[in-house]
């Protein structure tokens, strides 16, 4: 069966619900549906970094990000959000700020943005922590 692009958007949300309200097995499946459907978009796999991540498989999230990124994604920003934050999880902090300096310098302003925000709140975590 073949989705059309508002039915793959739909199904994204869902996932990303489910994921929100700690179903990640099942946000999982869909985000695997969508991934083998259609494997040269990268929104799923955006989904899916976000189940490693929750999951705290923040490395597996990381080589997911680094290998769409390598081929050049269109989905550059949040490709990278979700990198910055798995490293930060990871207590990578320093590769995290420079992943966001990479944003920077590749004129991501809005993610930038984000990604202060994100780092921030990693931040605060680590020096919970230690």
């Known amino acids: 069966m073949q989705l059309d692009n508002r039915e793959r958007s739909m199904l994204a949300r869902v996932g990303f619900f489910l994921c929100r309200d700690g179903m990640v097995p099942e946000a999982e499946i869909i985000f695997a549906g969508l991934a083998k459907s ?11 970094m976000l189940c490693e991540i929750i999951k705290g498989e923040c490395e ?3 080589a997911m990000a680094n290998e769409r990124l390598d081929k050049g994604s269109r989905l550059s920003g949040p490709l990278n959000l979700y990198k910055l934050v798995a490293l930060g999880m ?10 966001r300096a990479n944003m920077e310098k590749d004129g991501l302003g809005q993610d930038v943005a984000t990604a202060d925000l994100l780092l921030g709140e990693l931040s605060q975590k680590a020096f919970r922590k230690a």
């Open 38 to 48: 259609a494997p040269e978009k990268d929104g799923p796999v955006v989904g899916l």
């Open 60 to 62: 597996k999230a990381v």
């Open 90 to 99: 990871a207590g990578r902090l320093a590769e995290a700020n420079d992943v």
